[in-house]
């Protein structure tokens, strides 16, 4: 069985310039997540999807970051502009359906903001 | 506000002896609670998990323990092996939120020596 796919899996852009992330979960899994590592602290989500629609948001700097989850596949994470603060690895994670499944990781994106 | 906590950034043992990794929450709410594994330049990957409703759960040479009226709980890895030397999160989830989302503590390398 394939795992989380994630691409690239660096990046490296200076800041204010926008960057793009993108997530093919599990096949079948349902639910999509995207989390925020920063060196030294352990993953935080960002935001959930259940096929396309929002979850839970609350976590997500709406006002730079972005996310769609279009057909309840593939997935985009965006940040616009990026901040210095944004540099850490982002990780992409998938779960079956949603209540207390396991989640699978990607090997995530080292994004580092100059 | 770091509801979940491993104070120990790093633990060193040798091989064939116990490793224990140690987790504190402040959130009553959490009910559930996870550890997963992360080797370099890869995503966590599930080990474990509990229910509020049970003190002990065993998974071969793996055990999680909580105690719930000291918000703690520990992973027991016995006998320890090199190929356990990993970063150990630790994550716990509320009912009340999503029903997935998970808070992850900070993190603890453990290294197994030969």
């Known amino acids: 069985e394939a795992g989380v796919a994630q691409s690239p899996r660096y990046k490296i852009i200076e800041k204010r310039q926008s960057v793009a992330f993108w997530c093919n979960p599990i096949?079948?899994?349902?639910?999509l997540y995207w989390y925020q590592q920063i060196l030294g602290q352990g993953p935080k989500l960002l935001i959930q999807?259940?096929?396309?629609?929002?979850?839970?948001d609350s976590q997500l700097p709406k006002d730079r970051f972005s996310a769609e989850r279009l057909k309840g596949v593939d997935s985009t994470l965006k940040i616009q502009p990026a901040k210095l603060e944004d540099s850490a690895v982002y990780l992409c994670?998938?779960?079956?359906?949603?209540?207390?499944?396991?989640?699978?990781f990607g090997a995530g994106t080292r994004l580092s903001v100059l | 506000d770091q509801q979940v906590k491993q104070n120990s950034p790093s633990l060193s043992v040798q091989e064939g002896r116990i490793s224990i990794l140690n987790c504190d929450y402040t959130n009553s709410m959490f009910d559930y609670f996870l550890w997963y594994k992360k080797y370099p330049a890869e995503g966590p990957t599930f080990l474990i998990s509990?229910?509020?409703?049970?003190d002990k759960n065993e998974d071969g040479r793996f055990t999680v323990f909580l105690n719930k009226s000291a918000k703690h709980l520990s992973l027991h890895i016995v006998p320890s092996q090199p190929g356990d030397s990993a970063v150990y999160f630790c994550?716990?989830?509320?009912?009340?939120?999503?029903?997935?989302?998970?808070?992850f503590g900070e993190g603890t390398q453990l290294t197994v020596n030969p």
């Open positions: 096949s079948g899994h349902a639910t």
């Open positions: 999807f259940q096929n396309n629609g929002v979850v839970d």
């Open positions: 509990i229910s509020s409703i049970k």
């Open positions: 994670a998938s779960s079956l359906r949603q209540a207390r499944d396991i989640q699978y």
């Open positions: 994550a716990a989830s509320a009912r009340e939120d999503s029903g997935s989302r998970l808070t």
